[in-house]
């Protein structure tokens, strides 16, 4: 078995519907775009997955213990071990003046949040809309394409994948790693300062290195900001430190006055 419970491992996907062969899913760009599922900003790399904690399917999960360095494989997973089998009670009519009232033009095919569960609108007329309240994979074989490219064994590498995870948009390599005994200090690149969720990414970043790596009791999140001076800006010229220096003789004269 050339993969266990806990490996970190990369890994290209693609995920398709046995019965249409549409992709749902992919981790490759130029799959998306020939898929017609591309979506501008979307992040297309190989995912990190540590075996046996959920982060896919968990009949995809099992199955990545039996798989092989660089060897593509293709896992089918029937209805009941992916989303379930369609359940017929949860397609309902709904009026379409309740959704035109929250600003919502529905069309076919768009999921809808209604008393706080998601739905798909199927059909539309008569003043109203059919919406599916199954999950959209609800009663679909699944087929994934499976690549592993990569198992991670270095400790820092580790740590830099689960940033990464959680801060996707950044690139890792401008993350300041330093590790001591039971300390984790990470300094923040100053595109990573504003990001919408921030916090809520850096207590993520903390619940898994806490997780993972059971020594390290403290993390350290550094964010260092730098004068415009300082990083490079030129200094005023001598006319102009003149200038500053007349005009203030000129104050303390009226001052005087």
Same mark, same amino acid.
């Given at each position: 078995m050339p993969f266990e419970k806990g490996d970190f491992i990369l890994v290209d996907y693609t995920g398709r519907v046995v019965e249409t062969?549409?992709?749902?899913?992919?981790?490759?760009?130029e799959v998306a775009k020939k898929e017609g599922i591309y979506r501008e900003?979307?992040?297309y790399e190989p995912r990190l997955i540590v075996i046996g904690e959920g982060w896919v399917l968990k009949a995809l999960d099992e199955r990545l213990m039996e798989l092989e360095l660089n060897k593509p494989v293709t896992i089918k997973i029937p209805p009941e071990k992916a989303f379930g089998e369609r359940d017929p009670s949860k397609v309902r009519m709904y009026p379409i003046r309740r959704l035109t009232?929250?600003?919502i033009t529905p069309r076919i095919g768009m999921r809808v949040e209604v008393n706080g569960r998601l739905a798909t609108i199927r059909t539309i007329g008569s003043g109203r809309v059919q919406l599916d309240f199954n999950p959209p994979l609800a009663g679909k074989t699944l087929a994934y394409e499976v690549i592993v490219r990569k198992k991670i064994e270095d400790k820092l590498e580790k740590i830099k994948a689960l940033i990464h995870r959680r801060l996707p948009m950044v690139d890792i390599e401008s993350f300041k790693i330093n590790l001591s005994d039971g300390e984790v200090v990470?300094?923040?690149?100053?595109?990573?300062?504003?990001?919408?969720?921030?916090?809520?990414?850096?207590?993520?970043?903390f619940m898994d290195l806490q997780r993972f790596f059971?020594?390290?009791?403290?993390?350290?999140?550094?964010e260092e900001y730098v004068r415009p001076e300082a990083a490079g800006?030129?200094?005023?010229? #001598? *006319? /102009?430190?003149? #200038? *500053? /220096?007349e005009n203030r003789e000129d104050e303390e004269k009226n001052e005087e006055k």
């Open positions: 062969g549409e992709v749902f899913e992919t981790t490759i760009e900003g979307g992040i009232a929250k600003g990470i300094e923040l690149p100053e595109e990573a300062f504003y990001i919408e969720g921030i916090q809520v990414s850096k207590r993520g970043i059971p020594e390290v009791k403290t993390v350290k999140f550094l800006e030129q200094p005023p010229r #001598k *006319d /102009e430190k003149e #200038k *500053d /220096e």
